[in-house]
C-alpha cells in the first residue's frame, strides 16, 4: 500500500495537467475507461491519465477475427479500431466517466485529415481533459501508407488537429519508419504539445498447417516486453530532439515492471503507458508505482521529474 507521502512523490505535471502518478493507461487496453473499473481492485486512480479506445467520426465494427494472438513476449492485434464513433463517445461515454478520478485523453484516428480534423473539433467541444492522435492509420486517400510513416504527412495531420483544439495535443508516434527524430521535428513545427513513444511495430504470426495468417487482418501491431528496447531506444531519439523545446514525451512499449518504468523516465519520457500488461496483470499499476517509490527514495529524490532524461550515454 503506497502511503500519502509517498504518493505524492509520484504527482507529476503533463502539459499542464496534473496526474497523479506518471503513469498512463494506454489506448486500445481499457476500452472507454470504464472496462477494467469492473476488476475488483481495479482503480483509474492509480493513473494518472487513460487513453480512450482509437476513434473515428463514424462508428466501425472493426476487423473480422482472429483481432489478438500471443507471440514470444508480446501480443499482435488488429482490432481494426472498433468504436461507437465521435459523437456517441461524446454525447454518450464523458458523461458516464469520473474526471475526479483521473484524467482522460481521447485518442483521435481517421482515414482522411479531413477525418481527423473533424474528429478533433467534437472533442475539442467536449470535457475532454487532451486529445491525442494516433497517426498511425492508413491515408486511404493517398494509397493507404500510414499517415506516420512519413514525416510530411504526419505534420499535415498535426496541423489539421491543432487548427481545431487548444487542448493539449499529443502525437503518437510510429516506429515503423526511417527517421523518427525528423518526424519529431516536424510535429513540432506543426504545433503538437507532446509525443506518445512508441505505437505498435507491423508484425506477422503464421498458423504453419493451414499455411495462412493467424490474424484476421493478416497482420497486425506487435507489443508487449518484446518491443520494449526498440520503445526505449525510439524515445531516447525523440528525447533528444525534445528536450530543448520542453516537450514532454509519455514512454511506452513493454512496460510490465517498475524497472521498465525507470528505464523510460531516464530515456527522457515525463510520463509512461501501461498496454499489454494489463491483459495478464489488471493490478500491474500498483507494484510498478510502488517500486518507483521505492526507487526515488532509494536514490534520495523527491520527485520523478528528477529523474527524466538523466540517462548517461557511454563513450
Ligand atoms: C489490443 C490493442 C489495441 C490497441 N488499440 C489502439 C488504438 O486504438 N489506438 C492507438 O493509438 N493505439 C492502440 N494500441 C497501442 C497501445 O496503445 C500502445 O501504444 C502499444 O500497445 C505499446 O504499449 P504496450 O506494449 O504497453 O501495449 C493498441 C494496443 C493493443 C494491444
Given amino acids: 500500500m503506497v502511503h500519502k507521502v509517498q504518493k505524492d512523490m509520484l504527482v507529476s505535471e503533463f502539459c499542464g495537467m496534473r496526474f497523479d502518478t506518471p503513469l498512463v493507461l494506454l489506448s486500445g487496453c481499457v476500452g472507454f475507461g470504464e472496462e477494467y473499473t469492473r476488476v475488483k481492485g481495479f482503480t483509474n486512480r492509480d493513473a494518472g491519465a487513460v487513453c480512450l479506445k482509437g476513434t473515428t467520426l463514424e462508428p466501425?465494427?472493426?476487423?473480422?477475427?482472429?483481432?489478438?494472438?500471443?507471440?514470444?513476449?508480446?501480443?499482435?492485434?488488429?482490432?481494426?479500431?472498433q468504436n461507437?464513433?465521435?459523437?456517441?463517445?461524446?454525447?454518450?461515454?464523458?458523461p458516464t466517466l469520473d474526471f475526479d478520478e483521473t484524467r482522460f485523453i481521447a485518442n483521435i484516428s481517421g482515414s482522411s485529415i479531413e477525418e481527423y480534423a473533424?474528429?478533433?473539433?467534437?472533442?475539442?467541444?467536449?470535457?475532454?481533459?487532451?486529445?491525442?492522435?494516433?497517426?498511425?492509420c492508413p491515408n486511404v486517400k493517398e494509397g493507404g501508407m500510414a499517415f506516420g510513416n512519413d514525416p510530411d504527412m504526419s505534420a499535415r495531420v498535426v496541423e489539421a488537429v491543432r487548427k481545431q483544439t487548444e487542448k493539449p495535443l499529443i502525437t503518437k508516434?510510429?516506429?515503423?519508419?526511417?527517421?523518427?527524430?525528423?518526424?519529431?521535428?516536424?510535429?513540432i513545427e506543426a504545433g503538437t504539445?507532446?509525443?506518445?513513444?512508441?505505437?505498435?511495430?507491423?508484425?506477422?504470426?503464421?498458423?504453419?498447417e493451414a499455411r495462412a495468417p493467424i490474424i484476421g487482418n493478416n497482420q497486425g501491431g506487435l507489443s508487449g516486453p518484446a518491443i520494449k528496447p526498440v520503445a526505449v531506444l525510439k524515445t531516447h531519439?525523440?528525447?533528444?530532439?525534445?528536450r530543448d523545446h520542453g516537450i514532454p514525451i509519455i514512454g511506452q512499449g513493454g512496460i510490465t515492471t517498475a524497472d521498465?518504468?525507470?528505464?523510460?523516465?531516464?530515456?527522457?519520457a515525463s510520463a509512461v503507458g501501461?498496454?499489454?500488461?494489463?491483459?495478464?496483470?489488471p493490478l500491474v499499476c500498483k507494484k510498478i508505482n510502488d517500486g518507483i517509490v521505492a526507487y526515488l527514495e532509494r536514490h534520495e529524490l523527491t520527485e520523478v521529474s528528477q529523474l527524466v532524461g538523466t540517462l548517461v550515454l557511454n563513450g
Avoid at 474528429?119 to 470535457?127: G, K, L, Q, T
Avoid at 512508441?198 to 504453419?208: E, F, H, K, R
Fill in 118 to 136: 473533424e474528429v478533433a473539433r467534437i472533442f475539442d467541444d467536449s470535457p475532454i481533459d487532451a486529445l491525442e492522435v494516433n497517426i498511425s
Fill in 237 to 242: 531519439q525523440v528525447y533528444q530532439v525534445c
Fill in 193 to 208: 504539445d507532446a509525443f506518445a513513444v512508441i505505437n505498435t511495430l507491423m508484425g506477422m504470426a503464421i498458423d504453419i
Fill in 84 to 94: 461507437p464513433g465521435a459523437r456517441h463517445v461524446v454525447d454518450e461515454i464523458l
Fill in 260 to 268: 521498465d518504468a525507470l528505464e523510460f523516465l531516464i530515456a527522457g
Fill in 60 to 81: 466501425r465494427l472493426g476487423n473480422p477475427p482472429h483481432r489478438v494472438c500471443e507471440t514470444p513476449q508480446g501480443m499482435i492485434n488488429a482490432i481494426g479500431l
Fill in 173 to 187: 508516434l510510429s516506429p515503423n519508419q526511417t527517421d523518427i527524430q525528423e518526424n519529431a521535428r516536424r510535429c
Fill in 274 to 281: 501501461v498496454g499489454t500488461a494489463l491483459f495478464y496483470d
